[in-house]
Every structure is written in C-alpha cells, then in structure tokens.
C-alpha cells in the first residue's frame, strides 16, 4: 500500500509559478513510475505529466510541455511538479499517482487506468 500527499497548490496570477509535492510513504519509492493528473471543474481528469523510475524519461501533455517540470528525489520519497508560466485554463485540483514499475525502469504512464494509488489532490487556481 502507498499512501501519496500532495502540497504546494494555492492561488496565483496568470504568468506566476507554483511548485507540487508529493510525498509517498513506503521504502520502496524508486520502484514505482508516477504521474500528476488534473480535474478542472465540470471536466475529466487528464494527464499532466509522467516520469519513470529513471528519473530522467518523462511525458507531458501538450498543454503543458515547455511549462510545466516534473522531477522526483528517490531518496525523499517525493516527486514534484514544477508549473511556470501559469495560465487560468491551468486551474484544477491536481492530483499525484503511482504505478509499480518494477519491470519497466525506463517506461512512463500516461493514462488514469495505468495507476493505482492516488493522492487526495491539491487545488491550483489562476487568476487572470
């Protein structure tokens, strides 16, 4: 069982930065891919971005490639998603989640179906 807690949503202009956690409990960290999925009111939730276990193979959505950075430390537990240049359609509950990975070391996921845990998710609002 893997428990993930997301912090670091609040409210920011358009333009403005915001920097995602995400902390997972266990010791066994580095042998699940994660990913960071977002629900805008009235909207399915979708894929943000997604990174292996690698640490350096990732995937965006298009919405979000060249903006947004997600990045992991083994050692903390923790993987983060940087999001710059923020934009009002970038408001949504963020949510973080993980897939045990132990044979794909290289292999990113980016669909909702892949992942089973779940955190409770963090809101990010964009004021324009």
């Known amino acids: 069982q893997v428990q993930l807690v997301e912090s670091g949503g609040g409210l920011v202009q358009a333009g403005g930065s915001l920097r995602l956690s995400c902390a997972t409990s266990?010791?066994?960290?580095?042998?699940?891919?994660m990913g960071w999925f977002r629900q805008a009111p009235g909207k399915e939730r979708e894929f943000v971005a997604a990174i292996a276990r690698s640490t350096s193979d990732t995937d965006y959505a298009d919405s979000v490639k060249g903006r947004f950075t997600i990045s992991r430390d083994n050692p903390k537990n923790e993987v983060y998603l940087q999001m710059n240049s923020l934009k009002p359609e970038d408001t949504a509950v963020y949510y973080c989640?993980?897939?045990?990975?132990?044979?794909?070391?290289?292999?990113?996921?980016?669909?909702?179906?892949?992942?089973?845990?779940w955190g409770q998710g963090t809101q990010v609002t964009v004021s324009s």
């Open positions: 989640a993980a897939k045990y990975s132990l044979d794909n070391y290289y292999r990113t996921y980016n669909e909702e179906d892949d992942y089973v845990y």
């Open positions: 266990g010791r066994t960290f580095s042998l699940y891919a």
